[in-house]
């Protein structure tokens, strides 16, 4: 079968995102963030639980895979392997952009294997913010999905060269919030938020933000790249947007209600622990695993998921932590440029 134009994107934006990755390894923004060592801790670690206490993400560990791909063959392969390494290691996974499987259910196949690997496993949707609620519960039953992520991405719209034009979404989010049947996480794709968009999303509804930050898998990049006839056309916007560590700070002065999720250059699992001190409730990462399963394989990604788990553990204990309430206690200092940041905001 010959790919569509969109499967064909799907491709692309996997091949970039690696290419991108070997090129320029990405530095977090969360190296702008130091968590003060106390030499005390008086735990140890077999005292640390780093279960969500969330009813709605009863998930064991607080990071996850998240949303990436599906919607060709190739990617349909990855989001397999993907399913393997978060069924063996227990965590959750979110698929990619779900929007073509709608369009064209040929490609429906390449998310559904998600669920077909991973039947008992926690899986979640994905949708752009200009669909319908109808169109997000059909998203949602297509994996049987336990949640949704809804993504807004006007930067990644703006460079990309079939991107849309008009960015209306607050109805949708609203009806899509109110209708459909799982849990919403409104997400950023890699330009961060500021507190004011947090509270508007709020008052829509919204329960759950991901605030999707700059500093790991840039779009602006990927899709200016994807215009081969003349690329580097949108230079200007490589560092456009919030970094993750802005973001959160960002989160930190919006009004209470809204809980946060955090993703954009995850690293390690020193960057989940200083995003969940920062404020975040979980932590997804998709470039650096994707990066390790493609230069090993699922057996080398399922390796660096399962260290992952040990080490955020061990962490904890070192910061004094039983679980991610006591992680609010833990004392931080930001970089000047950081501090700068925080000051003029
Ligand atoms: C190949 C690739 C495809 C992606 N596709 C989607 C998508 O369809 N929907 C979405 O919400 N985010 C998508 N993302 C964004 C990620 O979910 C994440 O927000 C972003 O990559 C920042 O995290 P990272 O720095 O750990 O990669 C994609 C990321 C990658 C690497």
Do not use: C
């Amino acid at each position: 079968m010959t790919e569509s134009g969109q499967a064909h994107r799907k491709n692309e934006h996997l091949a970039l995102a690696e290419s991108n990755f070997r090129r320029t390894p990405p530095t977090s923004s969360l190296e702008d963030v130091r968590l003060i060592h106390r030499p005390l801790p008086e735990i140890g670690i077999s005292d640390v639980d780093l279960t969500v206490q969330n009813p709605d993400f009863n998930w064991q560990y607080p990071f996850y895979i998240e949303a990436m791909t599906g919607g060709s063959e190739k990617t349909g392969e990855i989001n397999q392997q993907l399913a393997l390494a978060a069924r063996t290691t227990g965590i959750a996974m979110a698929v990619g952009s779900e929007s073509i499987a709608i369009k064209e259910p040929a490609q429906a196949a390449s998310f559904q294997i998600a669920r077909e690997v991973n039947p008992d496993g926690f899986l979640m949707a994905n949708i752009g913010a200009g669909h319908s609620a109808e169109n997000a519960q059909k998203a949602i039953d297509l994996i049987h999905a336990d949640a949704l992520e809804v993504h807004i991405n006007a930067a990644q719209e703006t460079v990309m060269p079939e991107g849309d034009d008009a960015f209306y979404w607050k109805d949708n989010i609203k009806a899509i919030v109110e209708q459909v049947n799982v849990p919403v996480i409104v997400k950023e794709v890699g330009f961060g938020m500021d507190a004011q968009s947090i509270n508007e999303l709020s008052a829509l509804g919204v329960q759950y933000v991901n605030i999707g930050g700059r500093s790991g898998t840039n779009f602006a990049q990927i899709e200016d790249r994807r215009n081969r006839e003349t690329p580097d056309q949108y230079a200007f916007l490589y560092d456009w947007g919030q970094t993750t560590a802005e973001s959160l700070l960002e989160a930190q002065r919006a009004q209470d209600g809204v809980t946060i999720f955090a993703t954009g250059g995850i690293q390690s699992p020193l960057d989940i622990l200083k995003a969940q001190v920062m404020g975040a409730q979980t932590v997804g990462v998709a470039g650096h695993f994707l990066h390790t399963l493609l230069t090993t394989d699922v057996d080398g990604l399922i390796a660096e998921i399962t260290r992952w788990q040990k080490q955020l553990t061990e962490l904890y204990a070192l910061v004094g932590a039983k679980n991610v309430t006591d992680l609010a206690q833990v004392p931080y200092i930001l970089s000047p440029e950081l501090k700068n940041y925080n000051d003029q905001r």
